[in-house]
């Protein structure tokens, strides 16, 4: 029979993707007050800026510098153009021994449905009932129209765990995907509440290819699981001069 703590990667990395194009845009909408946001991609083929390559690169520099015993061994990534190309420039820069990273579109973007690319000033201006409501129910709870909740993005979360603990136990994991679902692994994996993982989103945002990072350990009652030991960590960026960045998505999240 399987011990608990064999259900476990030994390690989990959670990597948000690196600047993008809808990262560029989304801030130049929102400083100049425009309703919307100005890219030509649909949200899912949204590339690389050439600062998010760099990012990239240089993140995956900083887990290649790693011993080899603790890089990572398996590296999945969203289905987003932005997190697929984050991941494999991270493959590549830090040489890990992989065929390629594992697409799961269990860790891709929230989606925002009918208010995709509109900026929050656009938002109150056409869609002035959605605004009322979120700002009655709350961000974590409330789903935009054909769109997805907080709530939506860590039930399928809760999935990709059970996944992963079926798939990569023992393994060191490696996920690149976004803003949001840096998040909610949180909320999930250190059983948060609702205003625990919103005070933290208030405090500061996560930055592109930041590394939040968990280890195997047990809790106080002995049980075994997935500790948290680095949260927004960038000084793999700052070590090599590369700027940090920390701008939205193509849609506000």
């Not at 061994?73 to 992989?98: F, G, K």
């Not at 840096?182 to 933290?200: A, G, N, P, S």
């Not at 592109?208 to 809790?219: E, F």
């Amino acid at each position: 029979m399987s011990t608990v703590d064999e259900i476990w990667p030994q390690r989990l990395w959670l990597v948000r993707h690196g600047q993008s194009a809808g990262n560029v845009a989304a801030f130049a909408a929102e400083k100049a007050g425009l309703p919307r946001i100005d890219i030509e991609h649909r949200d899912q083929d949204v590339p690389l800026s050439e600062l998010g390559r760099q990012q990239s690169a240089a993140v995956g520099r900083w887990f290649g510098a790693q011993p080899e015993h603790e890089r990572p061994t398996v590296v999945v990534c969203s289905p987003y153009v932005r997190a697929m190309q984050t991941a494999e420039l991270l493959v590549q820069t830090a040489r890990l021994s992989l065929a390629g990273p594992v697409m799961d579109e269990r860790v891709r973007e929230k989606e925002l449905g009918s208010l995709d690319r509109f900026t929050k000033a656009g938002i109150v201006a056409q869609f002035p009932q959605e605004a009322e409501l979120r700002g009655r129910v709350g961000k974590f709870y409330y789903r935009p129209p054909g769109g997805e909740s907080w709530c939506d993005v860590i039930l399928r979360l809760r999935s990709f765990v059970d996944s992963m603990q079926l798939q990569y136990r023992n393994e060191r994991v490696l996920v690149v995907g976004h803003q949001v679902i840096v998040l909610c692994f949180r909320y999930v994996l250190e059983r948060m509440t609702e205003r625990q993982i919103l005070d933290i989103d208030a405090a500061k945002d996560v930055a592109n290819c930041s590394v939040t990072s968990y280890a195997l350990g047990s809790d106080s009652e002995g049980r075994q699981g997935l500790e948290l030991t680095d949260y927004n960590f960038v000084a793999p960026l700052e070590e090599s001069d590369t700027p940090v960045t920390k701008a939205p998505d193509v849609k506000p999240s």
